[in-house]
């Protein structure tokens, strides 16, 4: 469960098992950003750049402006601000931590091969950024909830396929509209809190419109559409009341699931209209007008 605290002022203190780059600069200009006494991880900025070395994970830090923010059990304020430009994360780092460079003016963020985790928030409210690369061999398999939140500039990311989990509103508000799921996601062995379904929240897509899955992961990823949920406006509303799910078969061919906001599924394979589970189904300019009006809730077919 979600706590939510006033800020407070916390010490960041140097960490004596780890190894120092600062020097002299210790709390000046670079800091000891280590999650835990073991972790080895320094930041150190120099104009508007910072450089993330080590071989560590990173602490799980709020933002200032903020205000109440969500915190993790040992947060700390955030020492470089939000005037960072240039972001280099090092090889070696193991994690980026929560709201780590939230609302800062980085365009380009380059992710290494260690990171295992990108935190909740990591990489929100970038409105500059327009590319996040991942190295080859990532070994990163979970994206923590709204990594990419409001980050309207992003049109395009490629998720490495390590990647088995995707938090809450992961691509909410960003420039993002079209996914396609990583078969990893839907694993058996993915076993995570309430709220998720497999690998993905259940409001993990909530602002997304095109979706593509594998015909290997079929079954669930129709399953996962069919209690997934996307946010609208305050009100939460099933996902397939906008979305279209896209599952490339085997065999070459594509079907298209077109939802409207009766529940009703349009499908349709190469272009061609098929029918579902019995049900009258919406062409595509139906479904689409159906989605973008509330205040109708069904069609009637003669």
């Avoid at 780590?100 to 990591?122: C, H, L, Y």
């Avoid at 973008?292 to 009637?300: E, F, L």
């Amino acid at each position: 469960m979600q706590k939510y605290i006033l800020i407070v002022a916390i010490m960041f203190s140097f960490n004596v098992n780890a190894a120092n780059t600062c020097g002299d600069d210790l709390d000046n200009n670079c800091w000891d950003c280590g999650k835990t006494a073991a972790d080895n991880c320094t930041a150190r900025l120099d104009g508007t750049k910072l450089t993330i070395t080590g071989d560590g994970y990173m602490a799980d830090y709020y933002t200032p402006s903020v205000g109440v923010s969500y915190r993790q059990e040992g947060a700390v304020e955030r020492p470089w601000g939000n005037n960072i430009t240039n972001l280099e994360i090092k090889d070696g780092i193991k994690s980026i931590g929560i709201y780590a460079f939230f609302q800062t003016k980085i365009d380009e963020i380059n992710v290494p091969a260690s990171v295992e985790e990108i935190r909740g928030g990591a990489f929100q409210s970038i409105t500059p950024l327009t590319n996040v690369n991942f190295a080859e061999n990532s070994k990163l398999e979970i994206i923590g909830g709204g990594v990419f939140n409001a980050v309207p500039n992003l049109t395009e990311v490629n998720i490495p396929q390590s990647v088995k989990i995707l938090g809450a509103n992961t691509y909410n508000l960003s420039g993002i509209n079209s996914v396609v799921l990583n078969d990893a996601v839907f694993a058996d062995d993915n076993n995570y809190d309430d709220g998720y379904f497999h690998g993905l929240n259940l409001m993990a897509l909530s602002d997304v419109d095109n979706i593509y899955c594998s015909d290997a992961v079929r079954t669930k990823c129709e399953e996962y559409f069919n209690q997934a949920k996307f946010w609208e406006n305050g009100v939460y509303y099933p996902i397939k009341e906008k979305a279209t799910l896209n599952i490339n078969n085997a065999d070459g061919t594509v079907d298209t699931y077109q939802y409207g906001s009766d529940g009703a599924a349009a499908i349709y394979r190469d272009g061609k209209l098929k029918s579902y589970k019995g049900k009258r189904i919406f062409t595509i300019e139906e479904a689409n007008a159906v989605a973008g009006d509330k205040n109708r809730v069904s069609i009637t077919y003669k």
